[in-house]
């Protein structure tokens, strides 16, 4: 939705839309005082408005409706994602976000050839929030880096544990709930990782064929999205 923006400052019952959002607001889709717009915040909600005032760098909104966004539900899905290159990187946050994927955490491999530092992490961020106004969610998936030695615990929590293995042949089966998979790099898992992650997750077969990680993702996600149910 072209006139959806994302805002972060609230104050009692007016909204602040700032930054580049503004701009978006007065340059671009040409807003004035009265016009009606949504906006989100990331707690789920969509934010029904009308422009009151529009200042310098701001604009001033009064809300008229809260209600829960359309999209929202009730699993969380976790994709534990190989650091990639930046192109093939952005390309799968984006997919990723409009799959409705609660969290995507980033971690180093043995065979990745890229690293991400807290500049292209934030930018990161910033495709993640543009993604949730493209596809109409009120929350925003969220973007962080692990250790790859950390996921083991991390990943714990969900009963359902997933790693897409090139050379695996297990198929995906019905489960109900919240689930996580695990993504490899350009250059899939060492022989190390392989045995690592098959302790604590289930190797699962994408396709016969080797898919790029951006694509492998995607993939994976909705696969298990297709078998799986909300609990």
Do not use: W
């Not at 409706?65 to 969380?76: C, G, I, P, S, V």
């Not at 955490?105 to 493209?134: G, H, R, T």
């Not at 489960?175 to 490899?184: C, N």
């Amino acid at each position: 939705m072209d006139n959806r923006y994302y805002f972060h400052e609230y104050q009692d019952d007016f909204v602040i839309i700032s930054s580049q959002e503004f701009q978006h607001l007065t340059k671009v889709r040409r807003c004035k005082v009265g016009d009606s717009i949504v906006a989100f915040n990331g707690d789920g909600y969509d934010y029904h408005l009308v422009i009151k005032e529009i200042k310098k760098d701001k604009a001033i909104c009064s809300i008229i409706k809260k209600e829960l966004n359309h999209a929202m539900q009730d699993r969380r899905i976790t994709v534990y994602l190989a650091m990639i290159k930046n192109d093939a990187l952005s390309t799968a946050i984006d997919n990723l976000a409009e799959l409705n994927v609660s969290h995507v955490k980033l971690f180093k491999s043995a065979n990745s050839v890229a690293s991400i530092d807290e500049n292209k992490l934030n930018k990161l961020k910033s495709y993640s929030i543009q993604a949730s106004k493209q596809c109409e969610r009120a929350d925003i998936m969220d973007v962080s880096i692990i250790d790859k030695r950390q996921i083991k615990e991390d990943i714990s929590v969900y009963k359902n544990r997933f790693f897409a293995y090139e050379n695996s042949t297990q198929k995906i089966t019905k489960f109900s709930g919240d689930f996580a998979v695990i993504i490899g790099p350009e250059g899939g898992f060492s022989s190390d990782e392989v045995e690592f992650f098959s302790s604590f997750a289930k190797n699962i077969s994408l396709s016969k064929t080797i898919l790029r990680a951006e694509v492998a993702c995607v993939s994976a996600v909705s696969a298990l999205k297709a078998v799986s149910y909300e609990s």
